[in-house]
Each structure stands twice: as C-alpha cells, then as structure tokens.
C-alpha cells in the first residue's frame, strides 16, 4: 500500500516511472524517425507505407481499449512489464523484417505488437503516474508528460544521427529494444505492488477474474468519466493534430519554406513542454477548474491566430499558444480521474483510453476533411473542440471526501 512506502521506495517507484515515460517517447520517435529508411528497404510506395502504418494504428487502438481487461487480468505491475516487452519485440522485428528479410509481412507483425503493446503501456504507466502523484500530494502529471516529450527528441536525435551515419534499420532497433528490456526488467522491480492497480499480493484472496472485470469497466458507467473524456478529447485533437498538421499548416497554408513548417512545430512543442514541466505549482496554486480554462482559451486563440495570422512572427505567436494552451489539458484529466484512489486505475485507464483514441485517431480525421476544404480552414475544429474542453473542465474539480470510497 502507499502509505507504507519508504522515502527510497517511493523515489525509486517515480524514478521507474519517469524511465519508463522516457523510454516510450523514445521508442516512438525511433519509429517515427526510420519510415523513410524502412519504406526504401521493402520496396514499397506511399500508398503501400500507409496501408502498412494502419495496422499499427488499428492495434494500437486495441491495446488501449483492451487495457482495462489486461490490468483485471495481470495487474500494473505485470501489465507494464509484458507490455513493455512486447513493445521490445515489436520494434525488434520491424528491423529484422525491414533491413534483413525485406518482408512486409513480418514487419507489419513486428508494428502490431509495437501498437498493442505500447497502446497498453500508456494507460498503465498513466496509472502508476497518477498514484505517485496522489502520493506525493501536489501536480507533477504534467512532468511524467515532459519526460515522454524527451524520450521522443532522444530518439528523434538518435534515429537522425543513424541515418547520417548509415546505421541501418535492423542494428539501431535492436539497441532501441534492448534499451526496452532493460527499462522493463530494472524499472518495474521498482514499482510497488498496489491493490488500487490491481496487482495481486502474497497475503490478500484473489479476487475472480469477473470480479476483476468488473471493478476495471466500472468507471465507463460514470457520467464524469465522459465530462472529463471531452476536456482531454479536445486537447489531445489539439496536441495530435499540431504534431502531424502543423509544419504542413505553415507551408501550404502559410507559404512558407520546410525549414520554417519545422521551427514552426518546434515552437509548439518547446511551449507545450516547458508549461509541463514548470505548470505544477500554478494547479496547486489556483486550482485545475481555472488552470483548465484559461488554458482552453489560449489554446482557441493561439490556433485561430495561427491560422488567421498576417505575418510569420505572429504565426509563431499563434504556435506558441497553442502549445501552451494545449499543455495541461491530457495530463489533468487523468489527475482528475484519480481523485478516489479507491478507483484510480479503472478511472484513469477509462480517461486515458477516451484521450489515446482521439490523439490516434484526430490527426487522420483532420486529414481527409482536409482535403475537401483546405488545411487552415480545417484546423477551426481544433478550436471548436479546444472550447468544449473549456466548457467541460468542471468536471476536474477535486472530489470532495464524501464522494469517495470509504477506505477499509
């Protein structure tokens, strides 16, 4: 239980988790990072590269939904690690079947069992991050959030200097899932067992795997699951649709040079990261309801005066707000969704898979209505949606004691 943790067992506990955020960001921004050199080595073109990213999607998907069954089934603990190894070998067989066999089928093999098992692992490593913060008793969400931001320059940078080095596929993903065990194996021996995560202990009766199921899909019945699943919705169409649109925004929209699209999308993360590292004390300080709203207007405002801007300077201006704007609103949700720590992992995984899914699935949306009525016009949505999250951020407010489950 939390209470008993020691100062060392705690601090390794977040350490594991900090690792862990890292780790994913990285794996896929290594992914990311490769496309190119992995599309060269099958021989296949563009239509080809998409039919094989959407088995990625699609499975991806899956491991965010199913990640309430597999927490009822293995727990956090092990969930973390069996997820995390899959993600290992994943990303193992997408450089053997690219580089090596140059077969389409093992590498959609190998992206399948990438997109379940990293789908599963970012509700869970949610789970575990909103635990260590109703532990820690203040907002240090948004960190965790900044450490996968990190670990996706790490690979970025990492997957940039092998193409210039001429490192092939198959080689730098078998560092990257070695890199992946190593995290999985040290990092989950630090974390805690927790019955609020569900991991099974020594001396407690095993709840039935109905009994399990139950308490996992309970928070899908709430109706505040779904008021906060709008305020992360709208902010992760927010923070999706800038990672995959925004640099062509400014391009096609903006009629500026690649370089300019690229500083343009750095601008936004730059924003939105250093809000995540810095905005903690500001929560603790005024509250999620006010830091949620003020925040959703930035948002709507920075993306209208992107798409509205006259000039580069305040197209920039507009990225950053939107960064800014977009920070806050994915991370808080799911500290919300943890008030009851009774209730956290069902709550969160049910928050956190409602976010997933938009972040996935919001950016190709953008994509086909783009193509009816233009990029720039298309991105009013996200401050349609931006606004919605501002309306509903109420739901964010902190549970009163009386509205939690009693602790036996």
């Known amino acids: 239980m939390d209470s008993a943790l020691t100062r060392s067992q705690f601090v390794r506990w977040r350490a594991a988790i900090f690792a862990i955020f890292l780790v994913s960001g990285m794996t896929m921004a290594t992914w990311a990072s490769r496309v190119p050199a992995i599309k060269q080595d099958l021989g296949i073109d563009k239509a080809q590269l998409g039919i094989v990213l959407l088995g990625m999607g699609i499975s991806s998907i899956v491991g965010i939904s199913t990640s309430p069954a597999v927490l009822a089934r293995t727990g956090g603990r092990r969930g973390m690690l069996v997820t995390l190894l899959a993600t290992a070998a994943g990303t193992a067989l997408i450089g053997v079947g690219a580089e090596v066999l140059h077969a389409v089928p093992v590498v959609v093999v190998g992206l399948v069992l990438f997109g379940l098992g990293g789908g599963s692992l970012d509700v869970m490593m949610n789970v575990e991050a909103t635990a260590i913060e109703q532990h820690a008793g203040r907002t240090i ?215 997933y899914i938009a972040f996935l699935g919001g950016p190709p949306i953008l994509g086909v209505i783009s193509n009816h009525v233009g990029l720039l016009n298309t991105l009013f949505i996200l401050v349609v949606l931006a606004a919605l999250s501002g309306l509903f951020s109420g739901a964010a407010r902190p549970l009163r004691e009386d509205e939690k489950v009693p602790v036996a």
């Open 141 to 355: 969400l948004p960190v965790f959030h900044a450490f996968f931001s990190f670990g996706t320059v790490i690979g970025a940078g990492l997957g940039g200097g092998a193409a210039l080095l001429g490192i092939g596929v198959g080689p730098h993903t078998a560092v990257v899932a070695v890199v992946i065990v190593v995290v999985a194996v040290v990092g989950v021996a630090n974390v805690p067992r927790r019955e609020e995560t569900l991991d099974p202990t020594v001396d407690a009766p095993k709840p039935s795997w109905s009994e399990r199921m139950h308490t996992a899909l309970a928070a899908w019945r709430e109706p505040r699951t779904y008021a906060l699943g709008v305020v992360m919705l709208g902010m992760s169409f927010a923070e999706g649709g800038a990672n995959d649109w925004l640099a062509l925004g400014v391009v096609e929209g903006h009629g500026a040079q690649d370089a300019v699209g690229a500083a343009g999308l750095a601008t936004f993360s730059v924003a939105m990261t250093l809000v995540r590292l810095f905005g903690g004390p500001l929560v603790d300080r005024f509250g999620r309801v006010i830091v949620l709203r003020i925040l959703a207007i930035t948002a709507a405002g920075g993306i209208l005066l992107f798409i509205l801007a006259p000039s580069l300077p305040l197209m920039f201006a507009g990225a950053a707000l939107w960064g800014i704007g977009a920070s806050l609103g994915f991370p808080l949700g799911m500290s919300a969704a943890a008030d009851d720590p009774a209730k956290a992992a069902a709550r969160v995984s049910a928050a956190a898979t409602i976010g």
